[in-house]
Structure formats: structure tokens, C-alpha cells
T-cell receptor, first 115, second 116 residues
Framework: AQTVTQSQPEMSVQEAETVTLSCTYD???????LFWYKQPPSRQMILVIR??????QNATENRFSVNFQKAAKSFSLKISDSQLGDAAMYFC????????????FGQGTRLTINP | GAGVSQSPRYKVAKRGQDVALRCDPI?????LFWYQQALGQGPEFLTY????????KSGLPSDRFFAERPEGSVSTLKIQRTQQEDSAVYLC??????????????FGPGTRLLVL
């Protein structure tokens, strides 16, 4: 079974600075998808960014980018120019490319933005 | 367009009561998922539908949990004889399964269930 680990329960960053959230996963599959979701205090889970495992190029969405290291099974999220609205729980998630459609989530990282 | 909606947003139940939680997926989305999120934890998979077919129910914690999607659109998660350990946020998600966006699940706001 696949597992996802987020080793940082909490992180904090100064507004306008850059922060990196860590995620590692364990799988025997070669094709899969990885996601970062954001869950603000209102609890609506919002997709931040996704990465297809077959793509070597790291995904980027505005201020959000990932560092995908397939061999190391690492998928970190970098947030540049942090804003107060970035404060939330961030979850890393894994999904198989075939077969099981479910998302497997990590435990989450609570990100605080200091003004 | 409209996102995933869930109702009720909050539910308080006495131990032993039955509850029903509703999910309205994004229009046209074929796949529908239910997750359970305990306080301070990541969501955990409960069950998955493709249209009206329940293809995976491996995450349902006991036979007190039952889900249905009879017409391939709205889904209901039912919990019978609720227990205190059922207290959690229940999240619903849907995805289109087609095109470049087909692998992305879009989540509803969740139903917070408190069992007293």
C-alpha cells in the first residue's frame, strides 16, 4: 500500500519570504499523480498544484512550485513571496495512475505566515 | 460553475442515532469519493463511485457505514447507530475522469459530525 509522509507538523514564514514544505511517499508503482492541497480554517480543500510522475519537468502555478524527485520519492512544495492568505493546512496526496482512484494523504503541515 | 456542495454543514447526533450526509458533485462529474477527516489529521478514503456503481468501499470502517449514489449524481453517506469515534469531518470530492483535468478531485466544504 502507498503511504505519504509529511515530516513537518508546523512551519512558519515571514510575509514575502519563501518557504518549502516537505513530502515523501512510498510506492512500488511507476506511474502516478501527486498533489498539494490547501485547507484554510474554513476547511474547504483547494487544489494548489499537481504533478504527473511521467513528467520530468516540475510543475509551477504562479507563486507555487514543486521539486519532484522521483528516484528519492520526494515531492516538496515551494511557496514564494508568501502572503497572509497562504496560511492554512497543506496536504500532500498520492493517486495511482491506474486501478485505485483514491487519494492517499499525508498528515498535513500547518503553515503560519508572520506579518 | 458550481462546486461540490454538502449538507448539512454541521450535524450533532446522540450516540446510537442514524445520520445521513448528502453530497452534490460538480455537474457532469462521473467519479465521486467520500473521505473521513479526524481532527488534526489528513483525510482518509472511505468509498468511491463511478456513476452509480460503487467500485471501492474498502475504506468503510464498519458495516454501520453505507453509501449510495442511485442515479449517478447525488450521493448519500449513511451512518447507523453512531458512535463517538464517528465524530469527524466527512468530505466529498468529485472528478471528471476525462481530459487533462481528469485526475484532479474537487472537494466540498465537508460535514462536521459530532456524536455525543
Amino acid at each position: 500500500a502507498q503511504t505519504v509522509t509529511q515530516s513537518q507538523p508546523e512551519m512558519s514564514v515571514q510575509e514575502a519570504e519563501t518557504v518549502t514544505l516537505s513530502c515523501t511517499y512510498d510506492t512500488s508503482e511507476s506511474d502516478y499523480y501527486l498533489f498539494w492541497y490547501k485547507q484554510p480554517p474554513s476547511r474547504q480543500m483547494i487544489l494548489v498544484i499537481r504533478q504527473e510522475a511521467y513528467k520530468q519537468q516540475n510543475a509551477t502555478e504562479n507563486r507555487f512550485s514543486v521539486n519532484f524527485q522521483k528516484a528519492a520519492k520526494s515531492f516538496s512544495l515551494k511557496i514564494s513571496d508568501s502572503q497572509l492568505g497562504d496560511a492554512a493546512m497543506y496536504f500532500c496526496a498520492y493517486r495511482s495512475a491506474g486501478g485505485a482512484q483514491k487519494l492517499v494523504f499525508g498528515q498535513g503541515t500547518r503553515l503560519t505566515i508572520n506579518p | 460553475g458550481a462546486g461540490v456542495s454538502q449538507s448539512p454543514r454541521y450535524k450533532v447526533a446522540k450516540r446510537g442515532q442514524d445520520v445521513a450526509l448528502r453530497c452534490d458533485p460538480i455537474s457532469g462529474h462521473v467519479s465521486l469519493f467520500w473521505y473521513q477527516q479526524a481532527l488534526g489529521q489528513g483525510p482518509e478514503f472511505l468509498t468511491y463511485f463511478q456513476n452509480e456503481a460503487q467500485l471501492d468501499k474498502s475504506g468503510l470502517p464498519s458495516d454501520r457505514f453505507f453509501a449510495e449514489r442511485p442515479e449517478g449524481s447525488v450521493s448519500t453517506l449513511k451512518i447507523q447507530r453512531t458512535q463517538q469515534e464517528d465524530s469527524a469531518v466527512y468530505l466529498c470530492a468529485s472528478s471528471s475522469t476525462q481530459g487533462a483535468d481528469g485526475e484532479t478531485q474537487y472537494f466540498g466544504p465537508g460535514t462536521r459530525l459530532l456524536v455525543l
